[in-house]
């Protein structure tokens, strides 16, 4: 997103001209192990939309960010209803006071 001020307060999916996507949105757990342990993440969305995402290396980073307002970009896939991404840049976002999101500077992943 080229001013992320621009809709600031909103969790957000947009598109860009390589077919990448843009989500915005918090990093919930999925899935867990035999101990209890977070092994699958999804992007879920202002508008209660649900991105699930690939366990690649770049998507395993985003365990390290449960209940984390994120900015992912990459691409989306369908099936079945179910959206699914495979994630190539990570941006962490926080929630300010006014309920408002803001980068962390700049911190990419």
């Not at 992320?4 to 077919?19: F, T, V």
């Not at 977070?38 to 960010?65: F, Q």
């Amino acid at each position: 997103m080229d001013d992320p001020k621009a809709d600031s307060n909103e969790l957000m999916k947009i598109e860009n001209r390589k077919g990448l996507i843009t989500i915005r949105g918090i990093v919930t757990p999925v899935d867990w192990d035999e101990k209890g342990n977070v092994v699958a993440t999804a992007i879920s969305t202002h508008t209660e939309e649900e991105y699930l995402v690939i366990n690649d290396s770049k998507g395993k980073e985003l365990l390290n960010l449960i209940q984390e307002a994120v900015e992912v970009r990459g691409l989306v896939r369908e099936l079945v209803g179910i959206k699914i991404t495979t994630v190539k840049h990570i941006t962490n976002w926080k929630i300010n006071k006014n309920h408002e999101l803001a980068k962390i500077k700049k911190k990419r992943y």
